[in-house]
């Protein structure tokens, strides 16, 4: 988590989590290692929202193509989606409640008390782009859900919204840049 940390307050201070041209810079000036940077970048904007994740997997697919991509958006964002769940297992409701908008928590905390509805309403948000899904994955930190269901949800689910949710920025801005010129 240390080293977490650092690498948050490094992309902070170097603009990495504000300004995409230097995101891509950093990741393609790292040779060998820009991929393992840029699952850095994944892990930290899914715990701490700095930076749209829409933003991020989109340049996954820019730089590593569309199956590398994938690929490195995919494990990113599930090794995020496990700490969030675990921080806030760890740490309980005011942890999940100081990251969060109060209007966002209680619009899902309704939830909590629903025991299996919320573990299929978790699935399917999951597996749709769009949710909050950093944030369901700590809600889900405060129910009773097991790790092998949590992990099962995230490890099937996932692919399809990222592959969903990148592919469709990257054809929505090469679609843009198009009616531009």
Avoid: H
């Avoid at 991020?56 to 599930?78: D, H, R, S």
């Avoid at 297992?89 to 939830?111: I, M, P």
């Avoid at 994955?137 to 592959?163: D, E």
């Amino acid at each position: 988590m240390g080293a977490l940390l650092i690498f948050t307050i490094y992309g902070i201070k170097t603009g990495i989590f504000t300004d995409r041209s230097r995101m891509e810079a950093l990741v393609s000036g790292c040779g060998i290692y820009g991929p393992l940077f840029f699952v850095l970048i994944q892990i930290v904007q899914v715990v701490i929202p700095i930076i749209p994740g829409g933003i991020t997997c989109a340049v996954g697919v820019v730089l590593f193509g569309a199956w590398e991509g994938l690929l490195y958006n995919y494990v990113g964002i599930v090794i995020g989606s496990f700490i969030n769940f675990y921080l806030a297992r760890r740490y309980g409701k005011c942890f999940v409640q100081s990251l969060v908008k109060e209007e966002t928590y209680e619009k899902y905390a309704g939830w909590l008390e629903r025991g299996k509805k919320f573990d299929r309403f978790f699935a399917l948000a999951i597996f749709f782009p769009c949710a909050p899904d950093d944030f369901l994955c700590m809600l889900a930190g405060l129910t009773r859900m097991s790790w092998k269901k949590f992990s099962t949800i995230i490890l099937l689910g996932k692919p399809a919204s990222i592959a969903a949710y990148s592919l469709a920025l990257v054809y929505a801005g090469t679609w843009m840049g198009g009616l531009l010129t």
